[in-house]
């Protein structure tokens, strides 16, 4: 598809995984990875969609969102910020003007749905800042009005984000952890806007007279590869990254 969008064989992922919901692309950046939503946000930290233990987890859904996702007013997508680069670390990256101008488009895939969306500016906020997980807000301004009062906290924004933010109809929201490697209280938060929807792009399925099933679209990872992934995960002292999720018994993004 355009910006290289992968056409998605959901049916094959979700043979792997029925919590499979969606794929995050961001073009001209290595976030192309499957969305997962467990039941609680716990379940895909440390959890690849085959079941395998790995560091870099699932990028998921958070656990009270509407699946397949781009159901609510806002969406909420958590990813690692690994040292390697991998998952959600150019999320994190974001928050500098620079980098966060250099993405233009952010595409969120369903099963029947593509999705395609403009970041309006990345915030930093405590752990504890719960409205970047709350799927509805009250009133016809309730949204916003929550993107008015976080965008002060944004480090990044689109040049138009101030005026954007009273057309929202819905957002998605990508959150990683503040820094790879010290233990800390901060999330970096790329606020998405929606811009336009369309039908998914269907996989191209063989013939019964085929003798090779079609390969799984470029950015999910199969089970044989799990062991390598696993060491890029890790840190340089052999501990896994920090965690980006939510816990309900704590009441703060992990």
Known sequence: GGDGVSVIDF??????????VGWIYIPGTNINYVV????????????????DYNANGTVFLDSEGTAPGLVDQQTTLYGHHMNDGSMFTQVYDSLDQEK??????VYYITPEKTYELKPLFTMRVDD????ARQTSFEGDG??????????????????????????ATKVLTLVTCDDAFLAQTKRAAMVCTLIAEYDTVQPKRKTARSKNPSPLQRGYVPKRQTARRAIWGRTPFGTPGPCCGWSATNRAFL
């Open 36 to 51: 997962v939503q467990g039941k609680t946000n716990d379940t895909y930290l440390r959890t690849l969609i085959s079941g």
């Open 11 to 20: 049916d094959a992922l979700k043979k792997v995984n029925e919590d499979v």
């Open 128 to 131: 504890d800042y719960v409205e």
């Open 142 to 167: 309730g949204l916003a009005q929550y993107l008015s009062d976080s965008i002060k906290h944004a480090e990044a924004k689109a040049t138009d984000a101030d005026t954007e933010l009273s057309n």
């Open 100 to 105: 966060f101008d250099s993405i233009e488009k």
